[in-house]
Protein backbone atom coordinates (compact mmCIF):
# COMPACT_ATOMS: atom_id res chain seq x y z
CA UNK A 1 0.00 0.00 0.00
CA UNK A 2 1.63 3.26 -1.12
CA UNK A 3 0.95 6.34 1.73
CA UNK A 4 -0.07 9.67 0.93
CA UNK A 5 3.82 10.80 0.42
CA UNK A 6 4.69 8.19 -2.04
CA UNK A 7 1.66 9.46 -4.15
CA UNK A 8 2.24 12.86 -4.20
CA UNK A 9 5.81 12.19 -5.15
CA UNK A 10 5.24 10.11 -7.94
CA UNK A 11 2.62 12.66 -8.99
CA UNK A 12 5.00 15.50 -9.27
CA UNK A 13 8.04 13.88 -10.16
CA UNK A 14 8.58 13.83 -14.14
CA UNK A 15 8.40 10.24 -15.76
CA UNK A 16 12.19 10.53 -17.15
CA UNK A 17 14.54 12.57 -16.60
CA UNK A 18 17.08 13.86 -19.32
CA UNK A 19 20.06 12.33 -19.41
CA UNK A 20 22.48 15.06 -21.05
CA UNK A 21 22.31 17.97 -18.54
CA UNK A 22 23.67 15.70 -15.92
CA UNK A 23 26.16 14.31 -18.14
CA UNK A 24 27.35 17.52 -19.69
CA UNK A 25 27.87 18.42 -15.23
CA UNK A 26 29.60 15.16 -15.14
CA UNK A 27 31.75 15.83 -17.86
CA UNK A 28 33.06 19.44 -16.35
CA UNK A 29 35.62 17.22 -14.18
CA UNK A 30 38.63 16.49 -15.63
CA UNK A 31 38.87 12.48 -14.55
CA UNK A 32 35.08 12.13 -15.36
CA UNK A 33 36.21 13.34 -19.38
CA UNK A 34 39.12 11.53 -19.59
CA UNK A 35 37.41 7.75 -18.40
CA UNK A 36 34.42 8.87 -21.19
CA UNK A 37 36.89 9.43 -23.92
CA UNK A 38 38.90 6.35 -22.79
CA UNK A 39 35.99 3.79 -22.93
CA UNK A 40 35.05 5.33 -25.86
CA UNK A 41 38.15 4.45 -27.23
CA UNK A 42 37.97 1.26 -26.12
CA UNK A 43 34.93 0.30 -27.88
CA UNK A 44 36.43 1.06 -31.44
CA UNK A 45 33.95 3.32 -32.79
CA UNK A 46 35.41 6.25 -34.49
CA UNK A 47 32.11 7.78 -34.85
CA UNK A 48 31.77 7.71 -31.36
CA UNK A 49 35.02 9.25 -30.32
CA UNK A 50 34.28 12.16 -31.88
CA UNK A 51 30.82 12.11 -30.65
CA UNK A 52 32.52 11.86 -27.07
CA UNK A 53 34.95 14.12 -27.64
CA UNK A 54 32.31 16.50 -28.82
CA UNK A 55 29.93 16.26 -25.53
CA UNK A 56 33.20 16.91 -23.35
CA UNK A 57 34.29 19.94 -25.58
CA UNK A 58 30.74 21.16 -25.08
CA UNK A 59 30.60 20.32 -21.32
CA UNK A 60 34.06 22.81 -20.89
CA UNK A 61 32.58 25.69 -22.43
CA UNK A 62 31.83 24.87 -25.87
CA UNK A 63 33.37 24.33 -29.49
CA UNK A 64 33.78 28.36 -29.79
CA UNK A 65 35.86 27.92 -26.59
CA UNK A 66 37.79 24.89 -28.01
CA UNK A 67 38.21 26.95 -31.17
CA UNK A 68 39.47 29.76 -29.72
CA UNK A 69 42.11 28.04 -27.88
CA UNK A 70 42.80 25.94 -30.34
CA UNK A 71 43.20 28.19 -33.67
CA UNK A 72 40.96 25.55 -34.96
CA UNK A 73 37.99 27.29 -37.16
CA UNK A 74 34.72 26.71 -35.33
CA UNK A 75 32.74 25.21 -38.22
CA UNK A 76 35.56 22.77 -39.16
CA UNK A 77 35.62 22.08 -35.71
CA UNK A 78 32.08 20.96 -35.79
CA UNK A 79 32.51 19.12 -38.73
CA UNK A 80 35.81 17.25 -37.08
CA UNK A 81 34.00 16.05 -34.05
CA UNK A 82 30.95 15.16 -35.84
CA UNK A 83 29.85 11.14 -36.39
CA UNK A 84 31.43 11.09 -39.62
CA UNK A 85 34.44 13.45 -38.73
CA UNK A 86 38.44 12.86 -39.80
CA UNK A 87 40.62 14.52 -37.13
CA UNK A 88 44.15 14.45 -37.98
CA UNK A 89 46.44 13.83 -35.07
CA UNK A 90 47.50 17.33 -34.51
CA UNK A 91 43.75 18.48 -34.36
CA UNK A 92 42.70 15.78 -31.93
CA UNK A 93 45.54 16.66 -29.83
CA UNK A 94 44.79 20.50 -30.03
CA UNK A 95 41.22 19.68 -29.19
CA UNK A 96 42.48 16.87 -25.95
CA UNK A 97 44.69 19.63 -24.83
CA UNK A 98 42.30 22.33 -24.90
CA UNK A 99 40.44 20.42 -22.71
CA UNK A 100 42.87 19.82 -20.30
CA UNK A 101 43.59 15.96 -21.69
CA UNK A 102 46.45 14.27 -23.73
CA UNK A 103 46.38 11.37 -25.43
CA UNK A 104 48.64 8.46 -24.64
CA UNK A 105 49.41 4.84 -24.73
CA UNK A 106 49.53 1.99 -22.30
CA UNK A 107 50.04 -1.97 -22.57
CA UNK A 108 46.28 -3.32 -22.73
CA UNK A 109 46.10 -5.90 -19.30
CA UNK A 110 42.97 -7.57 -20.58
CA UNK A 111 44.93 -8.48 -23.48
CA UNK A 112 48.47 -9.62 -21.62
CA UNK A 113 45.77 -11.98 -19.43
CA UNK A 114 44.27 -13.63 -22.29
CA UNK A 115 47.31 -14.46 -23.95
CA UNK A 116 49.02 -16.02 -21.01
Do not use: C, F
Not at 59 to 65: C, N, P, S, V
Request: glycine share 6%; net charge positive; charged share 25%.
Amino acid sequence: MTTSRERKYKASAPASVPARPHLMAWLQNTKNAAAYIEVALMEGDAGDLLLALRNVAEARGGIARIAERTGLNREALYRTLSKRGNPKLKSLAAILSANGLRLSVRPDTNQERRAA
